[in-house]
DNA sequence: TACTTGACAAAAG
DNA sequence: CCTTTTGCCAAGT
């Protein structure tokens, strides 16, 4: 049986994709996480990369996302840049998040880590 | 159909 | 400590 990959449109599967989009509606106001972390959680710890990728696609559209809560392992807002509007360092600040030159300050206490948050058995 | 790129991360040298 | 390589999966060219 193959796994979560969608072989056509009509397939019910969930994609690596929606998984990403489901976890990072969960975030809570004034946290963050990283895309590792969420990878991780979606028993894909080495698809990090992807999941800025399924991020990437909700540009095209219309999203109620809070992709701006996501940045690197480093605290660092890599995806600064693919913003359309407002900048994700403006929103982070509105909710209490205290960034310096693109990076979070205290990252440790507002990170939100979905392994945990989510408890995982 | 094959090769390259991409909002990252961890391991290796 | 810094640089390079590898992995992951999807989409664009």
């Known amino acids: 049986m193959p796994k979560n990959k969608r072989l056509h449109e009509n397939d019910k599967s969930v994609s690596f994709f929606d998984m990403v989009y489901q976890v990072v509606a969960l975030i809570p106001r004034g946290k963050v996480t990283s895309y590792g972390a969420i990878?991780?959680?979606?028993?894909?710890?080495?698809?990090?990369?992807?999941?800025?990728?399924?991020?990437?696609?909700?540009?095209?559209?219309?999203?109620?996302?809070?992709a701006h809560r996501v940045v690197n392992r480093q605290g660092l807002l890599t995806g600064k840049a693919h913003f359309r509007g407002i900048p994700m360092e403006q929103l982070l600040r509105e909710e209490g998040v205290d960034?310096?030159?693109?990076?979070?300050?205290?990252?440790?206490?507002?990170?939100?880590?979905p392994n945990d948050a989510l408890q995982v058995d």
Do not use: E, F
């Open 39 to 66: 990878a991780k959680y979606l028993g894909a710890a080495r698809s990090s990369r992807m999941v800025g990728w399924a991020l990437n696609g909700l540009n095209k559209t219309q999203h109620n996302l809070p």
């Open 99 to 113: 960034i310096v030159d693109n990076q979070i300050q205290n990252l440790s206490q507002i990170y939100w880590d």
